[in-house]
């Protein structure tokens, strides 16, 4: 089993960043695939960054050159580095993970086993 506690979230004007950290339980988390994924008010879940066990990342085209995703296996946190913010970035963030060595969850929520609680992340105009 692995438990994901996100913070770092918060209230960021346009253009601002902030960075999104996630704490994972677990002895094997460096084999684990990890994610972002976000959801709005009245909309549903959807991807943002992938990060495999042996460090191939993949983006959404609304955040590609804008969001990092990275990870440090000794400390079992992910991490969600997030510049150029925008208003349409408002949402809570969900941290995601899926055992496995090997294993590419890809860019939909079903790939994924853990989820964190999220959270909230408003960019003002």
């Known amino acids: 089993q692995v438990q994901l506690v996100e913070s770092g979230g918060g209230l960021v004007q346009a253009g601002g960043s902030l960075r999104l950290s996630c704490a994972a339980s677990?002895?094997?988390?460096?084999?684990?695939?990890v994610g972002w994924f976000r959801q709005a008010p009245g909309k549903e879940r959807e991807f943002v960054a992938t990060?495999?066990?042996?460090?191939?990342?993949t983006y959404a085209d609304s955040v590609k050159g804008r969001f990092t995703i990275s990870r440090d296996n000794a400390k079992n946190m992910v991490y969600l580095q997030m510049n150029s913010l925008k208003p349409e970035d408002t949402a809570v963030y969900y941290c995601a993970a899926r055992g496995g060595l090997g294993i590419v969850p890809g860019t939909k929520s079903y790939g994924y086993d853990y989820w964190g609680q999220g959270t909230q992340v408003t960019v003002s105009s």
């Open positions: 990060l495999n066990w042996s460090g191939g990342s």
């Open positions: 677990g002895r094997t988390f460096s084999s684990y695939a």
